[in-house]
């Protein structure tokens, strides 16, 4: 895989035709539209094609995975536009493989409401391992909430994901999700009726298991939640589903150890993850990303920690103030249209491996997100550390460069 960053005066046909690719191919590898205007410093990937094939009438995707011993879904991976077809037409191109050779292995979580867009959803799930639900809130009294989530669980098994449900405390902070917490894990009956009507919706619903959002634990907390967290583990491997858990940043001082028998994975969200309050993405060294890995990973077995990864950027107005200041969250896709709007440049900054420009519109702004050059990167953290895979955060847009860079370079497993 090659990233190409756009140069003044450049257009996808002359981008196209120096790497000897269709325009189509590269329009679909970087969700890129007639309409689009290229900005110079975006990146852009490019995926030479190893082995193609034209489809010939009565071809069906089986069939054409079985002669070349490979699988569809393998197929589906290299070509996300098979996902919008009711069916094979004679004279498209398939491809079948990439040039390059793939390294790791790697295990995908990408998080999504149940209202995400299906056709979103029907190009991302061949790339997904597990598909995970955003959410399902517990209260204080031990009660799950609703979810219209019947039509995103049987998509997910349709495409041979497994769909897991997730769980968070019904707060609006930190303190107010811990009480909740505390609530359950030092009434018996509590939970009891939580992890009761757990099994109940994983039974009903058909989820392959269950992530919780695990907050910071209190040290006066933590024995009682090391009581309840051995028998959660136990009731729910025990009924045979799988049990998930998220950590925003190490708890150090925290005995993860007890849970790793029971657990079937844990996501990381490493420090800036997801927050608008500050000027988050992108503003930490990524060498801090890999010590906190390093350390994370001696407290619990590496190939069982998923790391993190944010697909929106966010928007500041200039000056930013700490603590009063709010980012808007942004897509890439998004901020890539302002940019075009606003004349922008994008520049790429090595050492946080995150991507910026600036506008103005009365005021000064800046949004800063991250690119394929951003996830290369933190991809290579996977094999670095052994890890089992990444989490995603979220994929309510697509985002076909992310995706077709992992399934060309990584075996999803």
């Known amino acids: ?158 495409y041979g994901t497994e769909p897991i449900m997730m769980i968070i405390p019904a707060s609006h902070n930190n303190d107010e999700a811990m009480a909740v917490v505390d609530a359950i894990i030092s009434d018996i009956a509590i939970e009891d009726r939580f992890i009761s009507q757990i099994l109940h ?79 988050s993405l992108g503003t930490l060294c990524t060498e801090n990303y890999r010590r906190v890995i390093g350390d994370f990973t001696k407290m619990v077995p590496s190939d069982m920690v998923s790391f993190g990864l944010p697909m929106q950027g966010y928007i500041y107005q200039l000056p930013f103030i700490a603590g009063a200041s709010q980012g808007r969250a942004i897509s890439y896709k998004a901020a890539l249209e302002l940019a075009a709007q606003n004349n922008a440049q994008i520049s790429y900054d090595p050492l946080t491996n995150s991507v910026s420009f600036y506008f103005y519109s009365g005021d000064e702004y800046l949004v800063r997100f991250w690119d394929v050059r951003s996830y290369e990167v933190f991809l290579k953290l996977v094999p670095e550390f052994n890890l089992y895979g990444v989490g995603i955060w979220s994929i309510m847009q697509w985002y076909p460069q992310l995706w077709l860079s992992m399934a060309a370079q990584y075996t999803i497993i």
Do not use: W
Not at 11 to 23: C, E, F, K, Q, R
Not at 219 to 230: G, I, K, M, S
């Open 1 to 158: 895989m090659i990233i190409h960053i756009v140069k003044p005066g450049e257009t996808i046909l002359s981008i196209a035709d120096s790497y000897g690719i269709s325009v189509k191919k590269l329009k679909i590898y970087n969700n890129l539209t007639e309409e689009d205007s290229l900005v110079v410093g975006e990146a852009l990937i490019i995926l030479i094609p190893e082995i193609t094939y034209t489809v010939k009438e009565g071809d069906t995707l089986v069939q054409i995975a079985d002669a070349f011993g490979t699988k569809p879904i393998e197929l589906l991976r290299y070509n996300p536009e098979l996902s919008e077809k009711q069916a094979l037409y004679s004279g498209d191109e398939i491809v079948i493989s990439f040039r390059g050779e793939k390294g790791h292995t790697i295990a995908t979580n990408g998080f999504a409401y149940p209202f995400i867009d299906t056709k979103t959803l029907l190009r991302t799930l061949p790339y997904l391992s597990y598909l995970t639900v955003y959410s399902y809130t517990v209260s204080a009294t031990g009660d799950l909430s609703e979810l219209d989530d019947d039509e995103i669980i049987k998509l997910a098994k349709a």
């Open 201 to 279: 919706t994983l039974k009903t619903k058909g989820y392959s298991g269950v992530s919780f959002h695990t907050p910071y634990i209190h040290p006066r907390y933590r024995e009682n939640y090391r009581r309840h967290a051995t028998k959660m583990l136990d009731c729910i491997n025990s009924a045979g589903y799988k049990v998930m858990d998220t950590f925003e940043n190490p708890i150090f001082g925290f005995d993860y150890k007890f849970m790793t028998s029971g657990l079937s994975g844990i996501t990381l969200i490493v420090y800036e993850f997801g927050y608008s309050d500050r000027l």
